[in-house]
T-cell receptor
Framework: DGGITQSPKYLFRKEGQNVTLSCEQNLNHDAMYWYRQDPGQGLRLIYYSQIVNDFQKGDIAEGYSVSREKKESFPLTVTSAQKNPTAFYLC????????????FGPGTRLTVL | DQQVKQNSPSLSVQEGRISILNCDYTNSMFDYFLWYKKYPAEGPTFLISISSIKDKNEDGRFTVFLNKSAKHLSLHIVPSQPGDSAVYFCAATGSGNTGKLIFGQGTTLQVKP
């Protein structure tokens, strides 16, 4: 049963703390992506990785960090430097290439108190 | 600079009628377009796509039309059903995008019984 899992579904953190969001896929996809969704806005790309041990910044990478040590996993760390971290975070994966659909996980709602 | 725009934040239609969701883009390098459907607190799911070599693609009740000269695409849902009520995102990519998708802001569709 292939798919993308994100955990936890809801996450609460105090201001000033770093927090890591998990994303795992068993679709054997090379490419993985992190997006952020805010009310009334589309999905904005934070980071993406096309292959293990390599990743690139997206449009809004400031205050975030990622790692890609395994093909199946692409964790996102929201650091204390992110000024407005409360949002809905979505992870996606796809096969490598330019014209392929991305498959999304269920998302993590992060609330910073 | 919003390269993909969905200018209607919301749309309400009666069950059984046609729903038309619109999307405009500015980047002439985009040559592949996708529509995603998203329910609240869930990840988006892929609906339908179209390549720039076509002007129409149909899949059951869903048809996407592409007007390259106007840089405009639309998604038609016929007949609309209450279960179609969701947020619809259009996305675009091209050969220079290394697999990245550029998303519009989304249109919330409500289908009334």
């Amino acid at each position: 049963d292939g798919g993308i899992t994100q955990s936890p579904k809801y996450l609460f953190r105090k201001e000033g703390q770093n927090v890591t969001l998990s994303c795992e896929q068993n679709l054997n996809h090379d490419a993985m992506y992190w997006y952020r969704q805010d009310p009334g806005q589309g999905l904005r790309l934070i980071y993406y990785s096309q292959i293990v041990n390599d990743f690139q910044k997206g449009d809004i990478a400031e205050g975030y960090s990622v790692s890609r040590e395994k093909k199946e996993s692409f964790p996102l760390t929201v650091t204390s430097a992110q000024k407005n971290p409360t949002a809905f975070y979505l992870c996606a994966s796809s096969i490598t290439g330019n014209y392929n659909e991305q498959f999304f996980g269920p998302g993590t709602r992060l609330t910073v108190l | 600079d919003q390269q993909v725009k969905q200018n209607s934040p919301s749309l309400s239609v009666q069950e059984g009628r046609i729903s038309i969701l619109n999307c405009d883009y500015t980047n002439s390098m985009f040559d592949y377009f996708l529509w995603y459907k998203k329910y609240p607190a869930e990840g988006p799911t892929f609906l339908i796509s179209i390549s720039s070599i076509k002007d129409k693609n149909e899949d059951g009740r869903f048809t996407v039309f592409l007007n390259k000269s106007a840089k405009h695409l639309s998604l038609h849902i016929v007949p609309s059903q209450p279960g179609d009520s969701a947020v619809y995102f259009c996305a675009a990519t091209g050969s220079g995008n290394t697999g990245k998708l550029i998303f519009g802001q989304g249109t919330t569709l409500q289908v009334k019984p």
